[in-house]
């Protein structure tokens, strides 16, 4: 039996045929230790008036029932209604401003939810833009959400996505030393990303995010098919990863993330809480892991 201080969420992702309040209830109930948030249009639109009334209401919510969360921003059309997660950090200054505007959003909700961190992605290459360019474009556009976040205190997570211009950890690793590697910059590592898209194992990818890891979703996933699974049905090493984080003594949320499974939300949720917790259990002890 392994002790840990793994902590398990679910996305409101998967999710999307729940209202809010209903979700953070039925993930309580369940047992969750908290949510990973997508601030979209469904639940807890930042464009929306009285932004900072809902923001307090959902705050109260989470502290009745004790759940933590992580905000991420991977809504599919929240900047526009017919090009799916566009603009990004990588197309042209105003386009930009509004992907920095919803960020900035993003990290005043976290900062007043008391969340553990912002998750961001850089976006794909748009089509005519070199590499040099991207880069000084997503530098530019991660310093001014990092400008908000430093003056609120909150942690920004890059997430590498596969298919975008930062696609692996290495990637992450390379924008941070391009801003002088700053504090509040970490990572947020996608378990089943790591299957699909990494170089390195599931255990020597984690141990190289170590201490800048700030946020962890949880899916299955196969090798270079970039679709979300549910536990058990890919070919992710769960205790490889969940002994790994708990080698690391990681302690943020490892938060389900299953944008496909909506319509099933309240048997999968169960399901993989009770998947992660027997991993948990079936671990050696925490002192023998790594050993």
């Not at 998750?119 to 070199?130: A, E, K, R």
């Not at 070919?235 to 993330?257: P, Q, R, S």
């Amino acid at each position: 039996m392994s002790t840990s201080t793994l902590r398990f969420g679910y996305g409101t992702t998967g999710m999307h045929s729940h209202r809010l309040e209903d979700a953070l209830s039925l993930l309580a109930a369940l047992g969750y230790d908290g949510v990973a948030l997508t601030l979209d249009h469904l639940h807890l639109d930042p464009f929306r008036p009285n932004l900072a009334g809902r923001v307090a209401q959902v705050g109260r919510r989470l502290d009745e029932l004790g759940l933590s969360v992580v905000i991420e921003t991977g809504a599919r059309y929240i900047l526009d209604p017919l090009r799916k997660h566009y603009p990004t950090l990588l197309h042209p200054g105003p386009d930009a401003s509004r992907r920095v505007d919803y960020l900035h959003r993003a990290v005043e909700v976290a900062a007043d939810l008391g969340a553990e961190a912002v998750s961001f992605w850089s976006g794909t290459l748009p089509d005519g833009v070199d590499e040099d360019r991207a880069w000084g474009r997503l530098c530019d556009g991660v310093w001014r959400v990092l400008d908000v976040a430093t003056r609120r205190g909150v942690v920004c997570a890059v997430e590498p996505e596969p298919g975008h211009f930062v696609d692996t950890l290495n990637s992450v690793i390379e924008l941070r030393h391009r801003l002088d590697d700053p504090e509040l910059l970490r990572v947020t590592l996608d378990l089943g990303h790591v299957v699909c898209n990494e170089p390195r194992g599931m255990a020597e990818t984690i141990r190289l995010a170590g201490p800048l890891l700030a946020n962890v979703q949880v899916d299955d996933m196969v090798e270079g098919v970039h679709e979300h699974l549910e536990l058990g049905t890919g070919e992710v090493d769960f205790a490889a990863a969940l002994g790994t984080l708990v080698e690391i003594g990681y302690t943020g949320l490892a938060a389900l993330e299953l944008p496909r499974q909506s319509h099933a939300a309240p048997a999968v949720a169960e399901r993989s809480l009770a998947f992660l917790r027997e991993t948990l259990d079936d671990l050696p002890r925490s002192e023998e892991v790594g050993a």
